[in-house]
């Protein structure tokens, strides 16, 4: 088990636990991104600290210290 | 109670990105009204239904979102306005846009009106978007599964526009045929004991007794209400309950959230399998674009490339225009000149009245260009990318990732920009950028910068244009560094909101609908004409009235026209007030004449230099290039003789009329956009403290120093 900020570019991973505060569990987990769900980590934006998933066919941007809180397993 | 004599309301609903404005266009023929959702300022669109039967429909748009659940203020204008608390409110319909390629997370939102038990038809957009990936929805499987009709649209097209608005027709004649007639899921037996105690705790008409409806409302109060969230009217008792509620499940171990959202997927992934034939093939065009326009240097430089453009066709794209029309206007007060007899009527219509509409009528070449680009970049999906790119340096200083673009705006004019404001989602983010806005230097300063510039430092010296361009730089620098320095404080104290977590959808680059983003450009220019247009021309005739009231008598037979128009200044209440505020002024180093100027620069700052010509005699018609005004203000001193404009007063006036709000425009439209005077009035207030005090420091500062 690992983090999902922890993914290579082009990674993909199952969701094992959604952590953080409750704005951002709740916003995460509504977007469907919940235990089980399949992601891909798309693109990372270094300078911004921001990470791009794709889950459920969209794309998504967060902040990487925000993606920490997502624990997945390596698929 | 009759319905049968009351128009009926359908509502649209739907995530962002999916063309609900495109839809709403569509359905209603392109007439909507904009008017507020009830008690907040967030735009909302109302426009007539044309059904095949001819019932009378009303269609009211929603705010987009991804879930009914609320913390913010707006996002509560979206469930209040799909769900209709208040008995009267409750729609007759739910329309839900749909993305057809985005199936399962745009199902979600389906689910959660579903429960309410309103009746829903389902608007699939974009499925050719969707046949193209190698997505063939299965419509009849989602309509027997959903217990909705389901209607395949392309709302880009018109496509499938006909079906939806019989499938609506149908179902307001017989609600029952969008209604499911079972439950979706049912909770865990400590679930449902949550939601049986918060739903004693609802008011009686959010549901009106509907059991399933009650259920569905404390399931969102479970999921919304936090003690820092910014949710309004909601019963203290209520909160309690919800309170109590989420402590007991977390001391048991639980989340509440967790349950309800996985409970609602798990309905979701048993009946949708996402069979998108080729992933990579699908988003190929975004990918590629994204590589470019999101990299850490070329994303950045084409980014400041597209401002600069935006920059440009701002200030010099709108100048012909703006110039057009004060020649139109400018005729226009000839003939009035030559058809009226001549007096004060005529003086009424031609400065008061024309003038007053020219107040107005040159902002619009800079709205329609901002809203034209704005409208451009959100519709192609470009608008996502801005908030990722600007998130970082934004954030340092409390403002939202989007605020970029409107703050740059603000270098050509805060008005067109705070209307910009709206490409934020959040009240609070929309709030602080606004009241922020009016620092940044706007092109009306230019004048009066231009001119005070070139009395300190007079044109001929040597080395003058490069000292002259450095101290319009540090101009520039200075707004600036005091917006952002305002934004973070104010953005710490009163305008405070909860931090939200990043989450953004990058949707895919779209070619921007041309008939969309054209008629929200002319939607705003008319709105603007009409709501701020009449604020700002009773401000011009206000205006007006002060600087030409009381009369002056003319002395005698030996007195010039510039001698009588500097009188009329002198003695008219704008005269007179300034006066009034000498004592006020004079710490800053600013006589009563000054006063004057800056009393008449509140209709536009520009008019300062007008101003000036008039108080020292020149005549009106100068501009910050007439040699015979620098002279005069060069030779102009106070009562006993010390010289008036030395270079640190010209600088402690510069100060101020960089930070000073001496602009009634952005106050009008700062209370249209607010609906409040609240925000307009703490604008003034809070500017003229900081120009005041600004300048008190750089004068009495200076002269401590030893600067005369």
């Keep these: 088990m690992t983090t999902l900020d922890s993914l290579s570019v082009g990674g993909e991973a199952t969701i094992v636990d959604v952590g953080g505060a409750r704005p951002l569990q709740r916003r995460l987990m509504e977007f469907g991104i919940l235990p089980g769900t399949r992601v891909r980590l798309v693109r990372r934006h270094a300078l911004q600290g921001i990470v791009e998933l794709e889950v459920r066919d969209s794309h998504l941007t967060l902040r990487a210290h925000e993606a920490g809180r997502l624990s997945v397993d390596r698929v | ?708």
């Design chain 2, 1 to 708: 109670m009759s319905t049968t004599t009351r128009a009926r309301t359908v509502v649209l609903a739907g995530n962002p990105n999916v063309g609900k404005t495109t839809l709403f266009n569509r359905l209603t023929g392109g007439r909507a009204r904009v008017g507020n959702y009830p008690g907040v300022t967030v735009e909302r669109h109302l426009g007539r239904l044309s059904l095949p039967d001819l019932t009378a429909a009303e269609l009211i748009d929603s705010p987009g979102t991804y879930s009914l659940s609320a913390r913010t203020l707006d996002e509560q204008v979206a469930f209040a306005t799909i769900s209709g608390l208040a008995p009267g409110d409750r729609p007759d319909l739910v329309v839900v846009v749909v993305d057809a390629a985005r199936l399962s997370r745009n199902l979600y939102l389906v689910l959660q009106v579903l429960e309410l038990g309103l009746p829903v038809v389902v608007a699939l957009n974009m499925v050719d978007e969707a046949r193209r990936s190698g997505l063939e929805p299965d419509v009849p499987a989602l309509e027997r599964e959903l217990g909705v009709p389901v209607v395949p649209v392309v709302a880009r097209k018109g496509e499938g526009t006909d079906a939806l608005l019989r499938a609506v027709a149908a179902v307001l004649h017989d609600p029952a045929r969008g209604t499911r007639d079972r439950e979706l899921w049912t909770p865990e037996p400590a679930l449902a004991a949550d939601v049986a105690a918060v739903a004693e705790a609802l008011p009686a008409e959010w549901h009106g007794g509907d059991e399933r409806r009650r259920d569905a409302l404390a399931l969102w109060a479970l999921l919304s209400l936090d003690p820092d969230d910014e949710l309004i009217e909601i019963p203290p008792v209520l909160r309690d309950a919800v309170e109590s509620r989420r402590a007991r499940a977390t001391a048991d171990g639980r989340t509440i959230d967790r349950e309800v959202i996985a409970a609602r997927y798990a309905w979701i992934d048993a009946r949708v399998t996402e069979t998108v034939r080729d992933r990579r093939r699908v988003r190929r065009w975004t990918d590629r674009l994204d590589r470019f326009l999101l990299h850490p240097v070329l994303g950045f430089a084409f980014f400041l490339l597209l401002m600069t453009g935006l920059f440009q066709a701002l200030f010099a794209g709108a100048d012909p225009v703006i110039g057009r029309i004060e020649d139109g206007l400018g005729w226009l007060s000839a003939r009035a000149a030559d058809a009226l007899p001549g007096g004060l009527f005529a003086d009424f219509v031609v400065d008061g009245l024309i003038g007053g509409v020219g107040a107005f009528l040159v902002f619009l070449p800079q709205i329609v260009i901002l809203f034209l680009f704005l409208g451009l970049l959100e519709d192609s999906g470009y608008m996502a990318r801005v908030a990722v790119l600007m998130d970082r340096i934004m954030k340092a200083l409390g403002l939202h990732g989007r605020a970029f673009v409107p703050m740059l705006s603000g270098f050509a004019c805060a008005v067109p920009a705070i209307l910009a404001t709206r490409n934020m989602e959040r009240q609070r983010d929309r709030l602080l950028t606004m009241m922020v806005l009016p620092l940044m230097t706007c092109s009306a300063r230019l004048p009066v910068y231009g001119l005070l510039i070139a009395a300190i430092v007079p044109i001929g010296e040597p080395g003058a244009p490069f000292r002259q361009g450095l101290l319009l730089a540090g101009m520039y620098v200075f707004g600036t560094v005091t917006a952002l320095v305002c934004a973070f404080v104010l953005g710490r104290t009163l305008i405070r909101g909860p931090r939200i977590p990043l989450v953004l959808e990058m949707p895919p680059y779209r070619l921007p609908h041309a008939p969309t983003v054209l008629r929200t450009v002319t939607e705003q220019a008319s709105e603007f004409v009409k709501k701020a247009g009449t604020v700002i021309l009773l401000c011009s005739i206000a205006m007006w009235v002060l600087l030409e009231f009381p009369r002056h008598e003319p002395e005698g037979t030996g007195e010039t026209e510039t001698a009588a128009a500097a009188a009329q200044a002198s003695e008219s209440y704008a005269g007179q007030l300034g006066r009034a505020l000498e004592p006020v002024l004079e710490p800053l180093g600013f006589d009563w004449r000054i006063g004057v100027g800056i009393v008449g620069a509140f209709a536009a700052r520009e008019v300062f230099v007008s101003t000036m010509g008039v108080v020292y005699g020149v005549g009106a018609d100068v501009d910050e290039e007439t040699p015979a005004l620098r002279e005069r203000l060069a030779a102009a001193t106070w009562p006993d003789g010390r010289l008036l404009f030395t270079p640190l007063v010209c600088l402690s006036l510069m100060v101020f009329f960089a930070l000073a709000c001496q602009c009634m425009s952005t106050l009008a439209v700062v209370r249209r956009e607010t609906r409040t005077w609240r925000w307009p009035v703490f604008m003034l207030a809070y500017m003229t403290v900081l120009a005041w005090g600004a300048s008190f420091a750089v004068f009495q500062g200076g002269r401590l120093l030893g600067f005369a």
